[in-house]
């Protein structure tokens, strides 16, 4: 079914060409006066000069002819030309009605749907997540999600970084302790333990230690480089090690990833790309998009258009090591051939946003990707801490994001059991008040991120974004849970919420407010979906609360005396929670039963 806004259009154009003028002139927004109205359009003022007259004889003209209909319950012509339009609560109810018959509150889903791939994550393996690794996991999941209610085919691919210079770094440190293991032994011919020679605690105190002897000791660093050509070139005690870290890292990323609602259909790596890095150079070679320069083979991918310079995209190393751009372009060798997507979207710091530019403009150019491919970059900002600098722990060290999260769980456990106390409900268990608190705590951590523009750097305020006032997560969820409250108490008198009945036209202008936020719900989504901006589902939701809970203090709804009109009120509070659950859905976390 059509939004709300495009109805109006609709009929607000037809009565422009039924007066003579051209249906460009009908277009309708939302009004930025609605102390006035709920709807303008300024299309008589642009009209007046191709028709040269008076723009308010065309707005009264059009004015008249709406007068009659049913939609508006004014509309008004108001000097110099504008027309102002109120709708009549009888079309909102019917609208309202309609939403709730159909799938996705009539939702119109993407008319050609697509294929797309979103790398998203990027964890490297054998560190741990930090929190710089929060903002590609939430706005990645939530991008992907959008997709697929839209009608996409979306693949979220994890992409870990298990390629690179890491790699080599924790070979040669476990060298460096441990010489006698059979891995650095190259005559050695027989089969691999089973068992890692390491813990994952170990690994995850070696990775440190080697990077941080590699910036202090040259030779540490030549051999680390080394390691990592050989482990690329195929040596086969480091390919046996490197497969020990992803088999201890994996699991761990996937619980790390699982805590925080957020999964890939792939798990595939810079590793995978491997395979196809030898036939892609070659190719790149006989075609003569690369060339050698300082020994390095490179492609040039500088434009006429380029304002400033585009270094040229380094393929391999003079030492014919691979690098980051090289495993990037390789991955799109295997997902071209593999899912053939008509989009990929990659989640980074808005830091790499030149690799990226080089690595599409690398494809397109030797057409890795078909030339109507599309390849999007969303590079996010940076999370600070209240000091403005990047988010650190206490000690200034780098937080992982295990213990942000569980910071944060703590604080929402501390508030509602605090709560529970104040209001005496004493029989939420101690398992429920933890799993809400987890809850209530991931949508405090998931909001405060999703609600900025993915670019913008933002504060990571624990307390302003685990309130349960204001634009925050919580707030969103605590305004579900009066919703489902509302309803149980409604149930428990004995009535039924799904009776046969339908949404009245509204009673007042907080019921009306309400009707016009559900109506926003399309608009919201594909709006979201479109710009890849999952923020504007956030501003969707934080709207649509809030006239929820200036309607719900202004009306008596468990009180209500007549019973088909507390039934209309009921209808609107299941669509009202129905439609929060699936905006929150869609952002990545969901909500408790109570709170
Ligand atoms: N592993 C990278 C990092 O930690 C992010 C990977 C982003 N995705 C990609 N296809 N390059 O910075």
Known sequence: MKKLIDEITAVVTSAFVENGYDEKYGKVTVSNRPDLCEYQCNGAMAAAKEYKCAPFMISDKIAEALASNPMFSSVESVKPGFLNMILAPEYTAQYMNRMKEEPKFGLETAKNPKTIIVDYGGPNVAKPLHVGHLRSAIIGESVKRIAKYMGDTAIGDVHLGDWGLQMGLIITE??????????FDSSFEGEYPKEAPFTLSELEEIYPTASGKSKEDDAFKEAALAATNELQQGRRGYRALLQHILDISIPDLMKNYANLNVSFELWKGEKDAAEYIPDMVQMLKDKGFAHVSEGALVVDVREESDAKEIPPCIILKSDGSSLYATTDLATMVWREKDYHPDAMVYLADKRQELHFVQCFRTAKKAGIVSPNTELTFIGFGTMNGKDGKPFKTREG???????????VNDKMYEKISENRKAKEELDISEEEARQTAKKIALAAIKYGDLSNQ???????????????????????????????????????TGKNPDAAGAILPAANASEKKLNLALAGFAGAITGAYEEKAPHKICAYIYELAEAFNGFYHETKILSEEDGARQLSFIKELQLTKDILETCIDLLGFDAPERM
Do not use: H, W
Request: aromatic fraction near 14%.
């Open 174 to 183: 476990l060298q460096v302790r441990k010489p006698d293991l059979c891995y």
């Open 397 to 407: 060290g780098v937080m992982r994001l295990e213990n942000l999260v569980k910071d």
């Open 454 to 492: 993915a670019v913008k750097d933002y504060v990571f305020d624990i307390d302003r974004f685990t309130s349960f006032e204001g634009n925050t997560g919580p707030y969103i969820l605590y305004t579900i849970v009066r919703i489902k409250s509302i309803l149980a108490k409604y149930i428990a």
